[in-house]
């Protein structure tokens, strides 16, 4: 169970932070910036986006409570936010968007005398912990509750993505000459189909629950 219980989380992490696709963005935002410039803003981005994905993990279903939303309610909800970004995904929409920011963020850069920062923003939110990153860490954690070892596994597996992310950004040119554009769009489609599937029993799950509250309450 354990083992199972990690490849989900895997699979859903890598689904969601799509290094292959960051890393391709990383490499042009960071295009006026020399060596050592690019080797920190690497690891400013993913120690922010480690930071907040921490905080929300650990954190999160109490916020939810304080608002008043129910864990199977966030479920159903985080699971159909998945599923959009998985559509966003599969149909090129996500890499858009993302590209129009990686266009705007150099159009400033070329502006101003130096290199702006863009390890906080746009890096590590929302390309890496975006709203579908932070969903997917409160489900997960939701899903093991109780679970000391569960929980472990999540927050080991997502630093291990992370950590992921990080090698990748700092090979970053040399996997973007050999998977090329196409490569990149290949993996980020195959990974928004597995998303999309993860979603979806997201959602069953939190309707399950819900009903099975329902039941309890008869």
Do not use: C, Y
């Not at 490849?7 to 689904?15: C, E, I, V």
């Not at 998985?86 to 400033?108: C, G, H, I, N, Q």
């Not at 979806?200 to 629950?209: E, L, N, P």
Request: glycine fraction near 12%.
């Amino acid at each position: 169970m354990a083992m199972e219980h990690a490849l989900a989380a895997f699979a859903t992490l890598f689904a969601v932070l799509d290094p292959v696709g960051t890393t391709s963005l990383f490499i042009a935002l960071t295009a006026a910036h020399d060596g050592a410039g690019r080797l920190r803003v690497a690891a400013l981005g993913t120690g922010v986006a480690f930071a907040v994905l921490l905080l929300f993990a650990l954190a999160g279903e109490a916020v939810l409570a304080f608002v008043g939303i129910s864990l199977p309610a966030f479920r159903i909800a985080g699971g159909i936010l998945l599923f959009l970004t998985a559509l966003d995904m599969l149909f090129e929409r996500r890499t858009a968007r993302r590209e129009r920011k990686v266009e705007e963020e150099r159009e400033s850069q070329a502006a101003a005398e130096a290199p702006d920062d863009p390890s906080v923003f746009p890096l590590a939110i929302p390309l890496i912990a975006g709203p579908g990153a932070i969903a997917a860490m409160i489900l997960l954690m939701g899903a093991a509750a109780g679970d000391m070892e569960r929980q472990g596994i999540v927050l080991g597996t997502m630093a291990g993505v992370l950590l992921l992310q990080f090698g990748m950004f700092l090979l970053g040119g040399p996997i973007g000459r050999v998977l090329g554009r196409t490569g990149m769009l290949v993996v980020t489609r195959l990974m928004g189909m597995l998303l999309a599937a993860l979603a979806v029993q997201f959602v069953i799950d939190g309707i399950a629950a819900v009903i099975r509250g329902m039941g309890a309450g008869a």
